[in-house]
């Protein structure tokens, strides 16, 4: 089973500041890696697909990158509406796995 | 919209089982690779199961394997997910997701409770 490990599991952040939020994969991944938003009470929201592609009205300030086994998600400039968790995941083995999660919270 | 809807959960027994329904609606189900995710209450997303556009390649979770099926009704439209020998741990929401390059949409999720 490949484990994503998220880190920080909490980031404390201000609104207008930038964030770098990274996922480490136990195992190769190669490109298929995808990042997740999630709000409270809310579905999960495909945000990042095979590493660095934008999902459909996910707004520029968002972007991913890595390779391998090492990948970040960064989102510049924070709005209000982006404080939320955030999951990555693997579907290149089975079982698919997402990691545990980063918390990013307002500071 | 593209959208799934979930529907079934509910409060079971230990040892019982549910069924849980997903309709997909402005696509064709049987195009695309489906798959259920569940939470736990306050906890993170776990993966559950698979089904491929062929219907033939179906995937689970160690922690489900033996006691859950997904399948799905090209003629409805929608997907399902047995579950039997419910536990405790079974307790979360599930999600029933269609995958692309990611998983996309989700459904709003049905909760399944597991309790005596």
């Known amino acids: 089973e490949i484990v994503l490990t998220q880190s920080p599991a909490t980031l404390s952040l201000s609104p207008g500041e930038r964030a770098a939020l990274s996922c480490r994969a136990s195992q190769s991944v190669s490109s298929y890696l995808a990042w997740y938003q999630q709000k409270p009470g809310q579905a999960p929201r495909l945000l990042i697909y095979?590493?660095?592609n934008r999902a459909t009205g996910i707004p520029a300030r968002f972007s991913g990158s890595g390779s391998g086994t090492d990948f970040t998600l960064t989102i510049d400039s924070l709005e209000a509406e982006d404080f939320a968790v955030y999951y990555c995941?693997?579907?290149?083995?089975?079982?698919?796995?997402f990691g545990q999660g980063t918390r990013l919270e307002v500071k | 919209d593209v959208q799934l809807v979930e529907s079934g959960g509910g409060l079971v027994q230990p040892g019982g089982s549910l069924r849980l329904s997903c309709a997909a609606f402005e696509f064709t189900l049987n195009t695309y690779n489906m798959n259920w995710v569940r939470q736990a209450p306050g906890k993170g997303l776990e993966w559950v199961s698979y089904i491929g556009r062929s219907g033939d390649d179906q995937r689970y979770a160690d922690s489900v394997k033996g006691r859950f099926t997904i399948s799905r009704d090209t003629a409805k439209n929608s997907l399902y997910l047995q579950m039997n020998s419910l536990r405790d741990e079974d307790t979360a929401v599930y999600y029933c997701?269609?995958?692309?390059?990611?998983?996309?949409?989700w459904g709003q999720g049905t909760l399944v409770t597991v309790s005596s």
């Open positions: 997701v269609r995958e692309a390059a990611g998983f996309d949409p």
């Open positions: 995941h693997q579907r290149i083995n089975w079982p698919l796995t």
């Open positions: 095979d590493v660095s």
